[in-house]
């Protein structure tokens, strides 16, 4: 698939005593919640992106009068709504590449669109269920066994706990994954797991399950969940009588303003893995959030840190096809990336053979009301 011609003015070519120069304009679709249950992660992935184009494109990063070109979608965390939109996508042959659907509710069913089509499509799931689906599809964020070993080797060897509660939503398979990972690898450290509550993903009274774990003999709970029901099931936690001392653990879907905003003083002390050191920690993720403080009214959060470097490896992927850019192509550059400077995790962003992601994870707690490092 041949990328449409942007030609310089007669004037411009002349410049060039008559060569026959040309400029690309690279087209993707960003195709992310912007709307329904998975926004507060869709709509922050978007804003990071957003930054990313405009300075891509002012700092002609994609070579000399290279352009990226980025159509802005929702997926609504709706499955029917991510198949038409991929399809339509697809269907355009100026489309190179797809970043989205989000949330993994959606994104196996993408993925499985996308290799039916034969277009590239970055899921920011971390479901490896996606990679299954075809060489077509690939994951933004990390998967477990990546993740959260940095939180098993905080709770188990710098905080030395012994033995952990578990409180999971059964019915979103993302956050059954990231709990199994934890409890398989507190275990193998020696950790008892001393109850498993599964709730489900829509519910909000969790006084039951809250009781239950605050009476009970343990010296951790660890919650995954959204970070609005994350933040629901600490407060009951909390309220029904946990002693405070007892650390509470999660994962990066905590690493959102949302969490703090819906826990308030309830989620002070919550330890969990992030993607964003909030603030940044050196001269590149420091740049970052100042650009995108000026730009959007408010410090970069998780969510678009990780944005900001999925297009950012985007960018890289097109950059690196050559001449001849087309899908085919784009794929391949994107099961080859290597060392990608980003400002998630610990700075580079890589891909393994296996088409999993590798960038590194922080361990942030709730302090006075913000995420800073987790002391160790």
């Known amino acids: 698939m041949k990328l449409s011609k942007l030609f310089l003015t007669s004037a411009a070519m002349a410049l ?7 400029a690309e304009e690279y087209h993707v679709v960003v195709l992310q919640a912007l709307t329904g249950p998975a926004a507060f ?3 922050a992935v978007a804003d990071g992106m957003r930054l990313a184009e405009q300075q891509i494109n002012e700092q002609g990063l994609l070579g000399e009068g290279n352009t990226l070109k980025v159509t802005y979608a929702d997926d609504a965390t709706d499955r029917t709504q991510t198949m038409s939109l991929i399809a339509r996508y697809a269907n355009d042959p100026s489309v190179l590449g797809i970043l989205g659907p989000t949330s993994g509710a959606v994104a196996i069913a993408g993925a499985s669109s996308g290799n039916q089509y034969s277009v590239p499509v970055i899921t920011t799931t971390n479901s490896p269920e996606v990679l299954e689906q075809g060489p077509w599809s690939f994951i933004l964020t990390q998967p477990p066994e990546i993740t959260i070993p940095y939180l098993a080797e905080y709770a188990a060897d710098v905080k030395g706990v012994k033995e952990c509660a578990i409180i999971g939503i059964r019915d979103i398979e993302a956050y059954v994954a990231l709990q199994k990972q934890f409890e398989k690898l507190v275990t193998d450290k020696g950790v008892k797991i001393t109850t498993v509550e599964q709730v489900g993903g829509t519910d909000s009274d969790f006084s039951s399950v809250a009781t239950k774990i605050a009476t009970a003999q343990q010296d951790c709970v660890f919650v995954s ?3 609005s029901q994350g933040a629901n099931i600490i407060v009951q936690l909390r309220q029904a009588g946990l002693d405070p001392a007892i650390p509470v653990f999660g994962h990066n879907a905590f690493a959102s303003p949302e969490f703090l905003e819906r826990g ?4 002070e002390g919550v330890t969990f893995i992030a993607d964003w050191v909030p603030g940044g920690y050196d001269e590149f993720t420091t740049a970052f959030d ?3 403080t000026a730009r959007f009214s408010h410090a970069a959060d998780n969510w678009n840190a990780v944005g900001y470097g999925g297009m950012l490896v985007m960018a890289n992927a097109l950059k690196n096809m050559g001449p001849d850019a087309s899908r085919e192509a784009l794929r391949d550059q994107l099961g080859q990336t290597k060392d990608v400077r980003v400002a998630a995790g610990q700075g580079t962003y890589s891909v393994d053979e296996k ?3 590798h960038v590194g994870m ?5 302090q006075g009301g913000e995420f800073v490092a987790a002391p160790r």
């Open 264 to 267: 308030g003083a309830g989620v």
């Open 16 to 22: 060039l005593t008559g060569a026959a120069a040309r």
């Open 290 to 292: 100042q650009a995108f």
């Open 41 to 43: 992660i869709g709509t």
């Open 362 to 366: 922080n361990v942030l707690t709730v």
């Open 355 to 357: 088409r999993y992601p």
């Open 225 to 227: 969940a959204s970070a």
